[in-house]
Antibody
Framework: QLQLQESGPGLVKPSETVSLTCAVSGGSISSGRYYWGWIRQTPGKGLEWIGS???????YYNPSLKSRVTISADTSKNEFSLKLTSVTAADTAVYYCSRMKTTVTPIFSWGQGTLVTVSS | DIQMTQSPSTLSASVGDRVTITCRANQSISTWLAWYQQKPGKAPKVLIYKASTLEGGVPPRFSGSGSGTEFTLTISSLQPGDFATYYCQQYDSYPLTFGGGTKVEIK
């Protein structure tokens, strides 16, 4: 059974870079059958799709965040990561990793989420 | 980006009530719409996709309808476990976008 587990710092200072990792078990990110993505949830903006990656390395980003986001994958560790640069308080959110069948699809598989707070 | 607007934002109802939530897109998305249920501290869970297809294991009291720009989620008889927040999501085009949510509260 697929499990997605996010990890990362719970607290980040403004202007810094936050790095999150999603460990995948019960499935291989290099299988080529799925895309692996990130979504965040803030009190202000609600649910926001951040981006996704295919095992080949192809990435798809939300244009609203594209200049600050990098999603990468480590197939040897069966995990993928999110880097968000120049964070502000507006980036305070619960970040979820996910598995998707295509780049435009419902999101059937979610991690439990990890809270990132941006504060000095 | 396609904008998704849900109404109402909050809904007070009693067990056994019929509940309807509306989701509107600012351009046609055919039937590329999903509905999610989210409970506090948990990730959203798909209830319905392709506007009206019930996800496996979801009780038949949940139903979805609509196409184009207007969609509804109906709970035919509200049960205690249904008090939650509901979101719509379009997957007609990238980037994926979500509605603002409808919180179903106990009356």
């Amino acid at each position: 059974q697929l499990q997605l587990q996010e990890s990362g710092p719970g607290l980040v200072k403004p202007s810094e870079t936050v790095s999150l990792t999603c460990a995948v078990s019960g499935g291989s990110i290099s299988s080529g059958r799925y895309y692996w993505g990130w979504i965040r949830q803030t009190p202000g903006k609600g649910l926001e799709w951040i981006g996704s990656i295919y095992y080949s390395g192809s990435t798809y980003y939300n244009p609203s965040l594209k200049s600050r986001v990098t999603i990468s994958a480590d197939t040897s560790k069966n995990e993928f990561s999110l880097k968000l640069t120049s964070v502000t308080a507006a980036d305070t959110a619960v970040y979820y990793c996910s598995r998707m069948k295509t780049t435009v699809t419902p999101i059937f598989s979610w991690g439990q989420g990890t809270l990132v707070t941006v504060s000095s | 980006d396609i904008q998704m607007t849900q109404s109402p934002s909050t809904l007070s109802a009693s067990v056994g009530d019929r509940v309807t939530i509306t989701c509107r897109a600012n351009q046609s998305i055919s039937t590329w719409l999903a509905w999610y249920q989210q409970k506090p501290g948990k990730a959203p869970k798909v209830l319905i996709y392709k506007a009206s297809t019930l996800e496996g294991g979801v009780p038949p009291r949940f139903s979805g309808s609509g196409s184009g720009t207007e969609f509804t989620l109906t709970i035919s008889s509200l049960q205690p476990g249904d008090f939650a927040t509901y979101y719509c999501q379009q997957y007609d085009s990238y980037p994926l976008t979500f509605g603002g949510g409808t919180k179903v509260e106990i009356k």
